[in-house]
């Protein structure tokens, strides 16, 4: 059986950072990156995994972790989760997990959590409040791609709506501080 495909996005513009690629910000309590801290845990919860850079990565070469350009480009994350799926078919990877560059607290036991909740679904996420968190999720490959494809294509470009189409199961998280990311200057400690 082939390893799962677990895409780090890192495309985003950071504009509420003042442009800084949020993944090369250091992690809390340690002198790693939020990417290479990323990297780590998600070894720890997965053991032999692909893992990938989704998004423009120019900026993360020094880390020598693969990448993968949205597709389509410019469109936001949509474009990197058809990329990261369509990936994960050609690779057979029995599932694909996705995770955003600026979650500095993601546990490797939330990872695991994440990995074992309601297998063959063809997709698992948390809620923050009524909103799904789609870069931390799992979402099987072969049911999730036509599914996003079409969405990008028809000009969607939030990740909300495939979820929504796919029935996303709901993973029920303890505590908010896993999902807690760093969008904004005040929210790096």
Known sequence: MSAPLVGIFVGGKGRRMGGVAKGLLTAPGGDETLVARLARVVREAYGDVDLVLVGSAEAYAAHALPSLCDDPPGVGPIGG??????????????????????LPYVSAALLTQLRAHAPGAPAVAARQGTRWQPLCARFDPNAAHPVAQALAA?????????????????????????????????DVE
């Open 81 to 102: 989760l058809v990329a990261l799926l369509a990936e994960g078919r050609r690779r057979g990877a029995p599932f694909v997990v996705t995770l955003a560059c600026d």
């Open 154 to 186: 028809a000009g969607t470009r939030s990740l909300q709506p495939v979820l929504d189409q796919l029935d996303c199961i709901e993973l029920r998280v303890d505590t908010d501080q896993d999902l807690r990311d760093w969008d904004e200057p005040g």
